[in-house]
């Protein structure tokens, strides 16, 4: 643990301003409707960076929102959905028309993907995806994603060869962190530690900045330590409209109303950029107009009442 505390602390428009750059590849935290990081996909697009790959498991509002603000040139993950509330419909019509290169994955082959970035070697061998056709499908920029070779010990074994993937940034939205970058993630965690410790950078957004003392008393709390971290921000309902555990519940009908306007696209989805991004001056700004003081209690009161 660190004797001088390094403070990392930032606003999310500096954040993104040094740390993201058109081309990168973005590792995506979250899963489908849970703890998914809208405070940093909403500045991405603010900023409009440019000719990005996002890739993670099964991605959601935050990959949506940067596909249909068509910031997006490729897609590497496991699924593209909102649960029960259907598909993420500006992702699947950017695949259908040719918009964007994509390619599938199983979920564990993204996460195994992430643990050799992180241990630093150039493949990783799984038997995900065998028997499949998402081995047989062609990746969209013609270089081949995987390799089938038969075990070097086990004859007539297959196995799937899978390439490491190191991310330029990584966005995750956490429960807590210090001002030097430890993170506490409550509940799921998925492909997230693997992804962060693969990444280059990482920008993490969390609900509540906890006093380092505190971590230093309970180390076993942390599930990112501060060294693979680079920038953190505090922003309350960050994750909003999806769940944060032990904080809020998702917003259904903020939900439901994105994917009517996603779906419908065109004029209806620009509009809701303009609405709900572009002319919001701050995220807060966002909540007040997607929810309000007395929803937003309502799904903190939802959350206790799970709990």
């Known amino acids: 643990m660190l004797n001088k505390i390094i403070d990392k602390t930032m606003n999310p428009k500096d954040a993104v301003q040094e740390f993201i750059s058109d081309g990168d590849t973005i590792g995506i935290g979250g899963q489908s409707i849970g703890r998914v990081s809208t405070l940093l996909a909403h500045e991405i697009v603010r900023q409009q960076k440019k000719d990005l790959t996002l890739v993670g498991c099964n991605l959601s509002l935050s990959m ?6 068509k910031l997006v040139k490729r897609t590497e993950c496991g699924s593209g959905s909102f649960e029960r509330f259907g598909t993420a419909f500006q992702w699947r019509n950017a695949i259908q028309n040719n918009l964007i290169e994509f390619q599938d994955y199983s979920h564990l082959a993204m996460a195994s993907r992430f643990l050799a970035g992180s241990l630093g070697i150039p493949f990783i061998p799984t038997k995900s995806m065998l028997g499949t056709d998402l081995l047989k499908k062609q990746n969209t920029n013609k270089i081949n994603p995987f390799e089938i070779i038969n075990n070097p010990w086990q ?51 969390c609900e509540k900045l906890i006093d380092s003392e505190f971590v230093k008393s309970h180390p076993e709390k942390i599930s990112i330590p501060y060294i693979f971290i680079d920038a953190v921000i505090e922003q309350p309902l960050g994750g909003y409209p999806t769940s944060v555990y032990n904080y809020y519940e998702h ?33 807060e700004e966002y909540i007040q107009k997607s929810a309000g003081t007395n929803k937003i209690k309502a799904l903190k009161d939802s959350m206790l009442k799970l709990l």
């Open 251 to 283: 917003d259904s009908d903020h939900i439901l109303y994105y994917q009517e306007k996603a779906r419908s696209g065109g004029k209806e989805y620009s509009n809701y950029l303009d609405e709900y991004i572009y002319n919001c001056k701050s995220f």
């Open 64 to 69: 949506d929102l940067l596909v249909g603000a």
């Open 155 to 205: 004859k007539d074994e297959p196995v799937v060869l899978l390439p490491a993937l190191q991310p330029d940034v990584s966005i995750i939205h956490a429960q807590m962190a210090d001002k030097s970058g430890n993170i506490i993630i409550e509940g799921f965690t998925t492909h997230e530690p693997e992804m962060i410790k693969a990444s280059k950078k990482v920008i993490v957004s």
